[in-house]
Each structure stands twice: as C-alpha cells, then as structure tokens.
C-alpha cells in the first residue's frame, strides 16, 4: 500500500469534561472515498472538522499528506489547509460576492495566481458544477442546491488533495439533493479523494469504497459498503440501519 | 454699552460651528482609526489583548465625558506637556470615540455567522485575509446605521469640550451671551445648530437602516 494521504492516530477530542472522540485510528489512501455515518452526537461530524483544524484536539495526532497539524502554527495551518477542502451543511458561500469572486478569492490570495488565471480556473469549475452561466450572479439568486455546487467548486479551487463533505444535504429540498450528489459522484469516479458525513445511505452504498459507522466517539464498524450494509455485525449498527427505513 | 443686532449673535455662532464640525471630524476620524485597530485586537485570539480592549471599553464607557476631558486636559499638563485646550479636547473625544466604535463593531462581527469565518479557514486563508476580505466586508454593512447614528452623539459630546476653555459653538455661546445678556435668545441659536448639524444626520441613519 502507498503511503496514506490521511493518517490519524489515537486523536481524542473533548469539549469541556465530554469526550467526544475517543481515540480515532484511520488511514486514508489517496482516491479513496469514505462514507461516515453514525447517529446525531457519534462524533462524525467533529472528526471530520478535526482533519482540516476547525477543531483543536487534545490528544494523537493527525497528518494530510504527510504534513502534521499543528494548531498553534499558523503557516503549518495555511500549508495543511491548502491539501483539504471543506464543504458545509450551510454552504457558507460569501454573500457579498459573486459567485465568481467566491471561486476565485482563495487560489488570488493564497496561490497568488493572476485574476486572468483564477477567472479562467473559475470559469472551467463553474462549467464542471452545471453552474457556467452563474459567473456573475450573487449567491442569494441561487437555489441551494446551486449554492451547494458552487461551494464545491470553490473548494476545488484549491486543488485539494482531500475534499471533506460535512452533511452536505442535509439543508437542501429533497428535489435538489440529487443534482449535488451527482457532482461529487463525478469527483468520485475523477478520483478524488472524499470523506463524507452523509444520511444518504444509498448514496453512500453505490459510491464509497469503505463506510465507517461511528458510534459513541468510536469506530465502531468499518468495511466495504456490500457487507456493511447487508451484514452488519454489531448490534449498534443493525439498530442503527433499522432506524432508518 | 453696544448694541448687537440678531446678525451679530448668528454670525459669531455660525463661526465657531467651524470648530464644532472640526472636532467632531477629527473625533470620528481618530476615533474610527483607533476603533479599528481595537477591535482587531478584540478578534484576536490573544486573551491580554481581548482583556486589555475589554478594560479599555469599560473605563471609557463607565465614565463621564466630561471626566475624560478634565482627566486629558490637566493630566497632560501633569507629565510637563504644554497642552491647549484644541489637543486636549481631540486626545479626549477619540479615546472616547474609539471605545464606543469598537464596541458597536465588535456587534457587528458578532452578526457575521460562524460559518463565515469557518469557510475562509478551510479554504487556506489567514487571519489577516480572512477579515479584511469576508468578515469585514459584512460587518461593514451591519456597522454602517449605527455608525451614523452614534456620529450625532459624538457631535453632541463636543459641546462638553467648552468646559476646558475650547471654543466650539457651545463656549461660543457662553461668551455672547456673556457679552449681550440675552441667554435665551443665545442659546435657542445654539440649539438650533446643533439640530441642524444632527437632524440630517439621524434622518441619515435611519434611512440606511431601513435600505441595508
């Protein structure tokens, strides 16, 4: 096996007196594409943000690309930062922006690529989204699942070697979940590598490679989606899956 | 003893408004400045100088005006600068100014939402770029009404600068009245200067309220 583009060992999370994240080992090779599921409160959602340093942790450690994170170093931060992409629940597109400017603001400030060269890689993410006409249009003119997309392509922006989905759904009209899910099934099939919070057990069925059910601050189950989902092995998991239909 | 005529008393206090919208400029302006530069220091994730901006807000918010303006005008006198009633009176108004921006902004990031801040993290930007270039730009439109509207207590509060001898409309009202025994006459003039300098101003501010 290569060498992991994630690596995680014994990371444990508090907030206040309540743990939790209780010692999380994962590796993570590159292309892989990783479903966590897991009941409200499991952690799912806090090791996701964990990876990019949204949240601080308190003990283990964690590296993207053979690059630790380390909190307190702001450049280690931006450097680490620049190799994983985030996309949120509430998209959190900037509002006074175009939609255009959204994509463009990280490669112009952070690359310090020219504006020619970040229109040109907006334009070309824009059109990879379905949203090519969109360039000039504020975010508030968008439905959400085209703010989602284009959320997305900001993210790519980056260039990202890891893209994190943090239940990137879950805020949208059931009529406009499949147009985002079928942009990252694309970047699936790209090879991008993907690790997503997601209540979209279908989805997470056809496209990941490994599902990681989390229960209680622990991985509790982990395998490929075929045995997973129809064989699972502990009780939390069958309780779990049974809750859902 | 010397007659003045209604044209004297307005044109003597038409003058010295000259040093009530001077003082009020360079209160706002310093003050803005200085206002700015702690409320970065409040964003910050360094606790001594959240803790010392707090402090800051709190002295200057938890005094009288006119405490301050004494305080500048003999205590800079006190550490052997010779001072005039002009820089006392400037120094005074942008401490004062600037305590109370910085709070009414310090709302005003408030408002911008979390996820703000958490989307231009991930996407690699640094503190410094992450306000100037997402939260700022948001907090300004939020800021903009009640920035306004505390310009008419700023303009307002210069009339207290008269009690260390700096002349603006209001010791220029003292003085004529001083000179005319006619206080009433005098002071209704000075009221209504002062309305006439705030009025469109509030009038202002609640428009950009409305509209923003």
């Known amino acids: 096996m290569t060498n992991p583009i994630i690596e995680i060992q014994g990371l444990r999370k508090s907030f ?4 939790v994240l209780k010692g999380i080992d994962l590796q993570v090779r590159s292309g892989e594409v990783i479903a966590i599921i897991g009941k409200s ?10 990876i990019n340093g949204l949240e601080t942790f308190q003990h283990g450690s964690l590296a993207v690309d053979g690059k630790h994170l380390v ?25 006074h922006l175009t939609v255009g400017r959204n994509v463009m603001l990280a490669p112009t400030l952070v690359k310090k ?22 360039f000039d249009a504020m975010p508030d003119q968008l439905s959400g699942g085209q703010q989602q997309r284009v959320a997305i392509a900001r993210a790519l922006a980056m260039q990202p070697a890891v893209l994190l989905c943090d239940e990137i759904t879950s805020a949208l009209d059931p009529e406009l979940v499949g147009e985002v899910l079928r942009v990252v099934e ?5 090879g991008m590598t993907l690790l997503m919070v997601t209540h979209e057990m279908n989805f997470a069925r056809k496209v990941s490679d490994r599902v990681i059910f989390m229960h209680q601050g622990r991985v509790h189950e982990m395998g490929d989606p075929e045995q997973l989902f129809g064989a699972p092995q502990t ?4 309780q779990f899956l049974s809750s859902l239909d | 003893m010397v007659d003045f005529t209604f044209w004297d008393i307005a044109r003597n206090l038409l003058l010295a408004v000259r040093w009530t919208i001077a003082l009020s400029l360079i209160a706002f302006i310093g003050g803005g400045v200085v206002g700015l530069v702690l409320l970065v220091a409040r964003i910050t994730k360094s606790h001594a100088a959240r803790r010392f901006v707090a402090a800051y807000v709190q002295l200057f918010q938890g005094t009288p005006l006119l405490m301050q303006l004494f305080l500048a005008y003999f205590g800079i006198a006190l550490l052997g600068v010779n001072t005039s009633p002009w820089v006392s009176a400037a120094v005074a108004l942008t401490l004062y100014t600037s305590a109370f921006l910085a709070e009414i902004w310090r709302g005003c990031v408030d408002a911008v939402p979390k996820g703000q801040w958490e989307a231009a993290q991930s996407l690699a930007l640094n503190f410094g770029e992450q306000l100037r270039y ?79």
Do not use: W
């Open chain 1, 235 to 238: 009780a939390e998991l069958k």
């Open chain 2, 134 to 212: 997402v939260i700022l730009p948001q907090a300004a439109r939020i800021a903009i009404a009640p920035t306004v509207g505390f310009l008419v207590q700023v303009i307002k509060g210069t009339a207290l600068a008269s009690v260390i001898g700096f002349v603006e409309l209001t010791k220029a009202g003292a003085m004529i009245t001083n000179a005319t025994f006619r206080p009433f006459l005098v002071y209704g003039c000075v009221a209504l200067l002062y309305f006439a300098l705030c009025f469109p101003i509030s009038l202002y501010a609640r428009r950009l309220e409305r509209t923003l």
């Open chain 1, 186 to 190: 694309s970047l699936a099939h790209d």
């Open chain 1, 113 to 134: 690529a020219s504006a020619d060269e970040t229109a040109a890689l907006a334009r070309k993410l824009l059109e990879r989204v379905g949203l090519a006409e969109k």
């Open chain 1, 71 to 95: 909190h307190d170093n702001p450049a280690a931060m931006r450097e680490l930062r620049q190799h994983v992409g985030m996309i949120f629940q509430s998209f959190n597109l900037f509002p």
């Open chain 1, 16 to 19: 206040g007196t309540n743990e």
């Open chain 1, 41 to 50: 409160g499991s952690g799912k959602s806090t090791l996701l943000r964990c």
